[in-house]
Antibody, heavy 116, light 108 residues
Framework: QVQLVESGGGLVKPGGSLRLSCAAS????????MSWTRQAPGKGLEWLSY????????YYADSVKGRFTISRDNAKNSLYLQLNSLRAEDTAMYYC?????????WGQGILVTVSS | EIVLTQSPGTLSLSPGERATLSCRAS???????LAWYQQRPGQAPRFLLS???TRATGIPDRFSGSASGTDFTLTISRLEPEDFAVYYC?????????FGQGTKVEIK
């Protein structure tokens, strides 16, 4: 069965960095677009970034462009999100998900808290 | 950027009633790339269907989607207790991908 498991979250100071990982299993990872979406406490969903199956193309929301970097390692069935120059407003649950005709599988999410 | 506007913000209904949720796009979106999600408290979002009308595996047939121009609709024919949740639409046809702000379906 398809599984997506995020890791790497935690408490970080403003201006700091963090690298999130998403371990995928149960499907041919390299065949699928993968995305990151976040949800601030009590708020709605905010799509952040996607990467194509081969990793040849990426796209970002304006809110994170230049600060966050999405990448993948198809040999390791893993997706990553590098978060730099973190701000308090980046505090959220971060989800990885699969697909580009709708995000059909989601991880359970990982919490990132940005606070001094 | 395509803005998706969901209405109403909150829908108060009783179990067994029909729920009609709306999502209006600011620009043309292919039905292939307009999706609906359910999110229960404390859980990750769950893909329900796209408006092409492709229902995700395991999603009951009381959930259906339709489209007319830039207007998309999610219908839940008869609400079950587990259907009371927040619902989001999302377009993934034009970058950047965007979500609507959500509609909460609550028990009346």
């Amino acid at each position: 069965q398809v599984q997506l498991v995020e890791s790497g979250g935690g408490l970080v100071k403003p201006g700091g960095s963090l690298r999130l990982s998403c371990a995928a299993s149960g499907f041919t990872f390299s065949d699928y677009f993968m995305s990151w979406t976040r949800q601030a406490p009590g708020k709605g969903l905010e799509w952040l970034s996607y990467i194509t199956g081969p990793g040849s193309a990426t796209y970002y929301a304006d809110s994170v462009k230049g600060r966050f970097t999405i990448s993948r390692d198809n040999a390791k069935n893993s997706l990553y999100l590098q978060l730099n120059s973190l701000r308090a407003e980046d505090t959220a649950m971060y989800y990885c998900s699969r697909g580009n005709y709708g995000l059909d599988y989601w991880g359970q999410g990982i919490l990132v808290t940005v606070s001094s | 950027e395509i803005v998706l506007t969901q209405s109403p913000g909150t829908l108060s209904l009783s179990p067994g009633e029909r729920a009609t949720l709306s999502c209006r796009a600011s620009q043309t979106v292919s039905t292939t790339y307009l999706a609906w999600y359910q999110q229960r408290p404390g859980q990750a979002p769950r893909f329900l269907l796209s408006s092409a009308p492709t229902r995700a595996t395991g999603i009951p047939d009381r959930f259906s989607g339709s489209a007319s121009g830039t207007d998309f609709t999610l219908t839940i024919s008869r609400l079950e207790p587990e259907d009371f949740a927040v619902y989001y639409c999302q377009q993934c046809g034009v970058s950047p991908w965007t979500f609507g702000q959500g509609t909460k379906v609550e028990i009346k």
